[in-house]
């Protein structure tokens, strides 16, 4: 960013700036006052109340005192604030159409999630969970034995392997062949 004829990082405002980097409290609330004002009425244009343009002001500063090491000496003051701004205002109307979005699927979310909770869906779930439990006795104990610890219990290969006392890849192949295993033995029954 070079010098576009706005508030420039110099004199006045670069011993403010200087200060507000220190952390001095004063320095703070001069910079917030000095320069939220045109930010706010450039947001208030474009934000749908009053409140949200105040809010997204108190943001954009936040963010702006935080990223403040950032700014060159050389840089438009202004440029940079509106800069700030503009890419909060995409991020909150990108959020209110994801909002909007899901606000409209609440429907059938609240359908989705109504049916879950209908017996016949749990008696769905049993009847799967059965059919799994099946198929995996039905498989060698080695292979029960692999798929449990890496399924069940959530270990890694790398772990299985050592518990078994084999080497990283022939446990591998181990996990890959009773997955194969269970997978034809689950479509058969």
Do not use: C
């Not at 706005?6 to 004063?26: H, T």
């Not at 009053?50 to 950032?70: G, P, Q, R, V």
């Amino acid at each position: 960013m070079g010098n576009t004829g706005g508030i420039v990082y110099n004199s006045l405002m670069g011993s403010l700036i200087e200060k507000v980097k220190e952390g001095n409290p004063e320095a703070v609330t001069d910079f917030y006052k000095s320069n939220s004002p045109k930010i706010l009425k450039y947001l208030g244009k474009h934000l749908p109340s009053k409140e949200d343009a105040e809010d997204l002001t108190n943001d954009i500063f936040f963010e702006a005192i935080d990223s403040l090491y950032l700014l060159n000496k050389e840089d438009n003051l202004q440029a940079w604030l509106y800069k700030i701004a503009h890419n909060k205002m995409v991020d909150y109307y990108r959020k209110r159409k994801i909002k909007s979005l899901l606000l409209s699927q609440m429907p059938y979310l609240e359908i989705i999630s109504n049916e879950i909770h209908q017996p016949e869906f749990q008696f769905e779930k049993d009847r799967v969970r059965d059919k799994i439990e099946k198929t995996l006795v039905s498989l060698s104990e080695k292979y029960q034995k692999v798929l449990r610890l890496h399924y069940e219990e959530g270990i890694s290969v790398r772990e299985i392997a050592s518990r078994l006392n084999m080497s990283f890849k022939a446990t591998e192949s181990l996990l890959f062949r009773a997955r194969k295993q269970f997978q034809i033995a689950y479509e058969s029954r």
